[in-house]
C-alpha cells in the first residue's frame, strides 16, 4: 500500500491538534501494515506556488487546442504540478491534514490542490471520454481540527465539501473524515474529551485504511 500524506499546519505536533490525529493514524495504520510506502509532503516546507497564467496556458490549452506546444516558461510553471502528481497518481490512498481556518481549507491547501488537479496530469478531460482518472487512488482520509463545533451539513462548514467535490471531479469518492471539534478553550471546557475522541476515531480509520482492497478494478470490454 502506497500512502501519500499532504500536510498543511505550520505549528509543531504538540501544539497541533491535527497533527496529533495523524500520529494516532500513522501509528495504527503502520503497526497493522508496517509494509506500507509512506511519502510525506509538508507544504510549509515545500510550498506550492499560485495558479499562474503560465501554468493555466499549460494545464488547459492542450485540452481546448489540439496540437497545443508548450512554451519553455509554460513548461516550466508545470514543475511543482509535475513533481506532486507524480507522487499523487502512485498512491493508493491519500491523507489530508489541515485545520479549519475561516471556515475553510488553509490557503496552503487550496494551492496545493489548485495544483495537483491538473489535465494530463492526474486526469485527463474530453468531449467524447469526459473525465478520466490517471490515478488510483481508492480512498481519502480527512485529518481535521477546528476550534468551533459543526454537524454534520452545517452551512458554515466549507472545508469538507470543497475536499469532497474537488477530488470527486477525478473519481474519488470514498472520504474518510477524523474531526477534532470544539478546539478553542476560550468557548469549550471539553477541548481535551473531544480531541481524545477523534484521537481514538483517527486510529478506527487507520483500522478501515489497512483493510482497503487494491486490486485493481478491471475494464469493461467494449460493446460488439
Known amino acids: 500500500m502506497n500512502v501519500m500524506h499532504v500536510c498543511a499546519n505550520p505549528k509543531p505536533t504538540e501544539e497541533s491538534v491535527s497533527k496529533q490525529l495523524a500520529?494516532?493514524?500513522?501509528?495504527?495504520?503502520?503497526?497493522?501494515?508496517?509494509?506500507?510506502?509512506?511519502?510525506?509532503?509538508?507544504?510549509?516546507?515545500?510550498?506550492?506556488?499560485?495558479?499562474?497564467?503560465?501554468?493555466?496556458?499549460?494545464?488547459?490549452?492542450?485540452?481546448?487546442?489540439?496540437?497545443?506546444?508548450?512554451?519553455?516558461?509554460?513548461?516550466?510553471?508545470?514543475?511543482?504540478?509535475?513533481?506532486?502528481?507524480?507522487m499523487f497518481n502512485d498512491a493508493?490512498?491519500?491523507?489530508?491534514?489541515?485545520?479549519?481556518?475561516?471556515?475553510?481549507?488553509p490557503a496552503i491547501m487550496k494551492a496545493w490542490i489548485d495544483q495537483i488537479l491538473c489535465p494530463g496530469l492526474t486526469f485527463t478531460m474530453s468531449k467524447e471520454d469526459g473525465v478520466k482518472p490517471l490515478h488510483k487512488i481508492k480512498s481519502i482520509v480527512l485529518l481535521v481540527s477546528s476550534g468551533g463545533v459543526y454537524k454534520e451539513d452545517d452551512d458554515r462548514d466549507a472545508l469538507s465539501r470543497q475536499i469532497r467535490h474537488a477530488f470527486e471531479f477525478i473519481g474519488i469518492d470514498d472520504l474518510e473524515i477524523v474531526w477534532a471539534e470544539g478546539q478553542s478553550p476560550l468557548f469549550f471546557n471539553d477541548c481535551e474529551e473531544s480531541k481524545a475522541m477523534a484521537l481514538e476515531a483517527a486510529a478506527e480509520i487507520a483500522e478501515d485504511t489497512a483493510e482497503i482492497d487494491l486490486t485493481p478494478v478491471a475494464e469493461e470490454a467494449p460493446a460488439e
Open 92 to 105: 493508493d490512498v491519500l491523507v489530508l491534514t489541515m485545520p479549519m481556518w475561516n471556515y475553510g481549507v
Open 23 to 86: 500520529a494516532a493514524f500513522f501509528g495504527k495504520l503502520i503497526e497493522l501494515k508496517p509494509e506500507i510506502e509512506l511519502v510525506n509532503v509538508d507544504l510549509y516546507d515545500e510550498k506550492p506556488p499560485f495558479y499562474s497564467f503560465e501554468l493555466y496556458r499549460a494545464a488547459w490549452n492542450p485540452v481546448f487546442q489540439e496540437g497545443y506546444e508548450l512554451s519553455k516558461v509554460e513548461e516550466m510553471s508545470m514543475n511543482y504540478a509535475s513533481k506532486q502528481a507524480e
